[in-house]
T-cell receptor, first 117, second 113 residues
Framework: AQSVAQPEDQVNVAEGNPLTVKCTYS??????LFWYVQYPNRGLQFLLK????DNLVKGSYGFEAEFNKSQTSFHLKKPSALVSDSALYFC???????????????WGLGTSLAVNP | DGGITQSPKYLFRKEGQNVTLSCEQN?????MYWYRQDPGQGLRLIYY???????QKGDIAEGYSVSREKKESFPLTVTSAQKNPTAFYLC????????????FGPGTRLTVT
């Protein structure tokens, strides 16, 4: 079954410390993985994606993510957290082709990141 | 929020009324999507369209309808058949449904009483 999991509902980190938001996935084919951020009452903003190539992907606002095929994970990281990074973070994985030759994104339930001053 | 607009930002309706949410994009994207977001449930796909005059049901299409008569526009109608319509609705678009990221509008918060 195709799925994506964000095992932590909330992550708390002190400003200046490194942060990690976890994501694991399950798809049959090669995984296409995405991270998005959502600020309160706003739409989602794309941060980064993994399609192929280097396992360490760099994205917007200093975020990066590490693809680990053996652990089926795609954790979001940032070396030094800012208070302004406090938001809701979503991981998504592209589905395999369905019977209608269509693909969609499967979304995690989100992780609320709180960066404390 | 890119080149995607959703209107209105807040919408209030009485139970039993149909309501249409607007979504327009100027990104020249082929694919467009409607999601519903409820607290603790992440994003759930309602409908999506890969090309003009074609659309597919998502995971929770019951009680909703869409049209895609123009590339730029993908309106969503919440019908009276939708049992629990109060939610935050997000529209998105992408160049395609393959490796392309989706760009989201600012959302419409619908409250039905």
């Amino acid at each position: 079954a195709q799925s994506v999991a964000q095992p932590e509902d909330q992550v708390n980190v002190a400003e200046g410390n490194p942060l990690t938001v976890k994501c694991t996935y399950s798809v049959s084919g090669n995984p296409y993985l995405f991270w998005y951020v959502q600020y309160p009452n706003r739409g989602l903003q794309f941060l980064l994606k993994y399609i192929t190539g280097d396992n360490l992907v760099k994205g917007s606002y200093g975020f990066e993510a590490e693809f680990n095929k053996s652990q089926t994970s795609f954790h979001l990281k940032k070396p030094s957290a800012l208070v302004s990074d406090s938001a809701l973070y979503f991981c998504a994985v592209r589905t395999d082709l369905d019977a209608g030759n269509n693909r969609k994104l499967i979304w995690g339930l989100g992780t609320s990141l709180a960066v404390n001053p | 929020d890119g080149g995607i607009t959703q209107s209105p930002k807040y919408l209030f309706r009485k139970e039993g009324q149909n309501v249409t949410l607007s979504c327009e994009q100027n990104l020249n994207h082929d694919a467009m999507y409607w999601y519903r977001q409820d607290p603790g449930q992440g994003l759930r796909l309602i409908y999506y369209s890969q090309i003009v005059n074609d659309f597919q049901k998502g995971d929770i299409a019951e009680g909703y309808s869409v049209s895609r008569e123009k590339k730029e526009s993908f309106p969503l109608t919440v019908t009276s058949a939708q049992k629990n319509p109060t939610a935050f609705y997000l529209c998105a678009s992408s160049m395609g449904t393959g490796s392309y990221e989706q760009y989201f509008g600012p959302g419409t918060r619908l409250t039905v009483t």
